[in-house]
């Protein structure tokens, strides 16, 4: 039931639908739909029976299934897959850690070993925002851009003066917590009546404060 749930909500509802929605793939949309009431039956049997009765004849046609007689293709497409749902996911982390909104189309350079990328690209630009993808030639880095690396190679997101500057900000704010922090810790070896805490005790707050200073 866990693998179940989980490729149904985070493979096809979180990834598979909004691929859909760059290249119409309605014939694989709805044969993949078909398979998921199959394999939900004996979880929720009333539901897909209705579901699949009432909609078999008009919502799952027939597709060439050809292509799934090829392992090569099988193989590619799920590299291809793991390729955008990467970039893609990384992308958004990048975002979320600098406050930038996801309605913000941004640019992006990507220095990838594979340059035959382009018919993969729009997958990028609509899922992660993006307004126009480079594939470098120059393996020099681009100026003020976030570093992300991935198991294809390194892309680089074009930052823009307030991007900067609230990334700075959030910076300062986080030193000033780790000091905080530090602080209170520190005090707490200095009090001359921590010697008598328990070894545990004291080895434990010596590692927090040297987690602490490796942070700053």
């Known amino acids: 039931a866990e693998i179940a749930y989980q490729f149904v909500w ?11 929605k760059v ?7 709805h044969a993949v739909l078909r398979d998921i009431l199959c394999l939900l039956h004996p979880f929720m049997p009333f539901i897909t029976v209705e579901l699949l009765q009432t909609t078999e004849t008009v919502f799952f046609p027939k597709i060439d299934e050809a ?35 996801l309605s ?3 640019s992006l350079f990507m220095d990838v070993q594979d340059k035959n990328l382009s018919p993969f690209l729009p997958y ?18 681009p ?8 198991t294809y190679g390194v892309i680089y ?25 530090m602080a209170g810790v ?17 080895t434990k707050t010596q590692n927090a404060y040297n987690e602490l200073k490796q942070k700053k």
């Open 10 to 20: 985070h493979q096809f509802c979180d990834w598979y639908l909004e691929l859909s």
């Open 23 to 29: 290249e119409r793939t309605d014939d694989t949309l």
């Open 67 to 101: 292509f799934l007689n090829h392992p090569e293709n099988i193989a590619m497409a799920r590299s291809v897959d793991q390729m955008i749902i990467e970039t893609v996911t990384k992308i958004r982390n990048v975002r979320g850690e600098m406050n930038i909104p």
């Open 104 to 106: 913000e189309e941004m």
């Open 124 to 141: 990028i630009k609509r899922l992660a925002r993006i307004r126009d993808i480079t594939i470098m030639t120059d393996p020099s880095a």
């Open 143 to 150: 100026k003020r851009s976030a570093v992300i690396s991935t």
């Open 157 to 181: 997101l074009l930052l823009e003066n307030p991007h900067i500057q609230k990334e700075i900000d959030r910076l300062f704010r986080v030193a000033q917590k780790l000091s905080k922090e």
């Open 186 to 202: 520190a005090n707490r070896l200095n009090n001359k009546d921590f010697i008598n805490a328990p070894d545990e005790v004291q």
